[in-house]
């Protein structure tokens, strides 16, 4: 069973379309990437991924079940990390976290080893406010991978990650199936086996490693 | 000549009946005198504004559990005319009360009830313009919607409990001479075809105005979507 | 079920734990409602005879418009919606984020109504009394969940500090009178206490409820 099947997804904002009939195909273990400019719908589409939004109209079946009706139980297995990391700055990275664990229903023991994991090991108690831009994104992503989901949803996570971004990434992505938008070709072409890319909302083609040609 | 053009027409024609029947056939009345006459429209309006707030309740809760936009669309443009008629109530409670009580307004269980329900609803409305058209703002207005008309009679029962407290004037509710009552009951009906006529002409607006949205007459926040966010 | 509590209880937590680090509302609140208070000496002229009837109209005023800022902070800041975002993408219950958030908004209502109450009574002469805390914590409870549950909802939309006492104010007329009245009598009026008490705590039950059940259809899409 593919992991997404989306069909015809379409995104309006009052009289702008953000995304116009984008059809995708994505099997288990398999990791996409995501290309296009600014504006040409990337972030749309991830959220609609993620169920974080809902599409003006189209089909999406993640896991098999119904998108726009099961995201309760879907929410569970797909970890997002979107535009703004939206921590708490008043609390560490470690209070941060063991939040989500409760909202998640996971034990906290996990949030040590998942701010190792991410490179924050050393900052752990640090104000989220108090973090770099970078560590903010790695915090975003820990939180993202808290639950053991098993599709991401990554919505250009390598922005402020630094030299050794793709590595993480390429470590999280492991076993997983993923969708990253990224402006990087190298990463996407290093972490992706599938490429597609966005163009004013239309998908322009999906493909193996595609190389951009402008 | 379209049809609602014609429904219109028809609508408006059949409130001269009442006019009629209010002005030559229902008696004066013996204490208040001529200003007794706002009396049938006033109530009729009350009645037909809290008709059309009970058809957005019914829209609000159909729309909150299937998504129809039907049902949606409906709620507004019921809000709309519940709101217009919640205003000539208001409008016309005030020209009543000034020659029968000397002062424009009191802060009586039914006035304060009419209000608060044209505030309420006012912020439906308010609320529609000003969200992103779509799902997120249909279900907000629909909530407002919800509460809103579960809130009137709440205010109605507190204001009134307070009056037993501290009481003011009392309206004066007289039995009706049958022929104030056909007035009324005539009026009330004709009024009621009224604002069926205005909800049913509204909808069709807000169907057209959902499918062709433009920047002319799409509500500020689509044009406010355009400029780039505040930085904060 | 419980889960829902300990998420409630945690996002309360989180709330009130951040508020508490950056101090940020609660010394703005509490400044404001006693310059309520200085103002409306100005504007009432208040003096000893008629101190006793204004206080309770000033306590209300200085209330809902302090709790009209403390609930619209509550949802208001733009990492907060970002964040509001992530919590909604776990499966937590809508309704517990909501009762977790509206419970942090009253308690740090309640921080101020600390400051107001006794600010009252200095400034006006008027009583302190237990009778008097009880009505004004009764009717915090069902205006926080009012406020909070519209405040959710203005706080993605254009010009949202206009649009929240519209939508808001109209809701808490009910308490402001039920509990109008039972500060008045708190405050040495004639009239029946325990009966104004009753109607509060029905009112809250009745909103909470309601809320509760609106929560999901407010800050999920």
């Known amino acids: 069973m593919s992991t997404i099947v989306a069909n015809q997804l379409t995104q309006r904002f009052g009289s702008e379309l953000a995304l116009d009939s984008v059809d995708l195909v994505l099997d288990p273990g398999e990791h996409l990437a995501v290309l296009g400019e600014n504006g040409a719908g990337k972030t749309t589409l991830l959220r609609i991924l993620a169920t974080a939004a809902r599409p003006s109209s189209g089909q999406l079946l993640i896991f098999g079940l119904d998108a726009t009706r099961e995201r309760g139980r879907l ?16 609390l560490s990275a470690t209070e941060n976290l063991e939040f989500f664990c409760t909202l998640q229903g996971v034990d906290r023991g996990r949030v040590a080893e998942t701010l190792r994991l991410v490179g924050l090991g050393e900052v752990a108690f640090r104000p989220a406010g108090l973090l770099s ?54 990463m996407a072409n290093r972490l992706c086996q599938r490429t597609m890319v966005l163009r004013k909302g239309r998908s322009l083609g999906a493909g193996t490693r595609l190389r951009v040609v402008r | 000549m379209t049809r609602y053009t014609r429904l219109a027409g028809v609508a408006v024609l059949l409130m001269l009946v009442p006019a009629a029947l209010i002005f030559f056939y229902a008696p004066e009345d013996y204490l208040q005198g001529v200003s007794q006459r706002i009396f049938y429209l006033h109530v009729s309006s009350a009645i037909a504004a809290f008709t059309s707030f009970g058809v957005v ?17 409906v709620a507004r443009a019921a809000a709309l005319v519940g709101v217009v008629f919640t205003t000539v109530t208001l409008v016309m409670g005030m020209l009543w009360a000034k020659p029968i009580w000397g002062t424009f307004w009191t802060w009586d269980a039914r006035p304060t009830s009419t209000l608060v329900l044209w505030m309420i609803y006012a912020g439906y409305l308010l609320l529609r313009r000003l969200a992103e058209p779509g799902r997120q703002a249909a279900r907000w207005a629909a909530i407002v919607g919800i509460f809103g008309f579960i809130d009137v009679p709440i205010v109605y029962f507190s204001v009134t409990w307070w009056r037993t407290i501290h009481p003011g004037p009392v309206i004066l509710t007289d039995a009706l001479p049958p022929e104030m009552l056909l007035t009324f009951l005539v ?17 069709r607006i807000e169907v057209l105005m959902d499918e062709a949205p433009s920047p002319v007459m799409a509500p500020a926040a689509v044009i406010a979507k355009r400029e780039p966010e505040p930085a904060r | ?25 609660v010394p703005a609140l509490g400044q404001f409602v006693v310059l309520a208070l200085v103002i409306a000496n100005f504007g009432f002229q208040i003096d000893s005879r008629n101190a006793a009837t204004i206080a309770p109209g000033v306590l209300w005023l ?25 919590m909604l993408l776990t499966p937590a219950p809508a309704a517990a984020i909501f009762a977790g958030k509206a419970l942090a908004a009253a308690l740090l209502l309640v921080v101020c109504e600390a400051v107001l109450l006794p600010a009252l009574s200095l400034f006006f002469g008027t009583p302190l009394s237990l009778a008097l805390v009880a009505a004004v914590l009764l009717a915090t409870v069902g205006m926080a969940a009012l406020g909070c549950l519209f405040a959710a909802m203005v706080a993605r939309v254009r010009a949202r500090e206009v649009l929240l006492p519209l ?11 039920a509990g109008g ?29 309601l809320t509760t059940l609106a929560a999901r259809f407010v800050l999920d899409d």
């Open chain 1, 75 to 90: 929410r569970s297995r797909i970890g997002f990390v979107s535009h703004s990391p939206g921590h708490y700055p008043a």
């Open chain 1, 133 to 186: 831009r970078g560590m903010q994104q790695r915090l975003a992503i820990a939180r993202a991978i808290l639950h053991d989901p098993k599709l991401l949803v990554l919505d250009e996570p390598d922005a402020s990650l630094g030299s050794d971004g793709a590595d993480l990434l390429a470590q999280v992505m492991r076993g997983k199936t993923a969708v990253l938008a990224t402006h990087d070709q190298a």
């Open chain 2, 57 to 73: 309740l019914v829209g609000s809760v159909i729309y909150l559990r299937n998504g129809s936009l039907t049902a949606d669309r």
């Open chain 2, 187 to 203: 009026t009330m009906a004709c009024t009621l075809f009224l604002a069926g006529v205005m909800i049913a002409i509204r909808y």
């Open chain 3, 1 to 25: 079920m419980i889960r829902s509590a300990a998420v409630a209880l945690a996002v309360a937590r989180k709330d009130l734990t951040s508020e508490w680090r950056t101090r940020e509302l």
């Open chain 3, 62 to 86: 200085a209330l809902v418009f302090a709790g009209l800022v403390a609930f619209g902070r509550a949802f208001a800041a733009e990492r907060e919606q970002s964040s509001l975002e992530a």
């Open chain 3, 167 to 177: 939508l808001t104010l109209p809701l808490w007329i009910p308490f402001i009178v």
């Open chain 3, 181 to 209: 009245q039972a500060v008045q009598v708190a405050m040495g009026a004639d009239g029946s206490y325990n009966q104004a008490l009753g109607l509060l705590l029905d009112f809250d039950i009745l909103f909470l409820v």
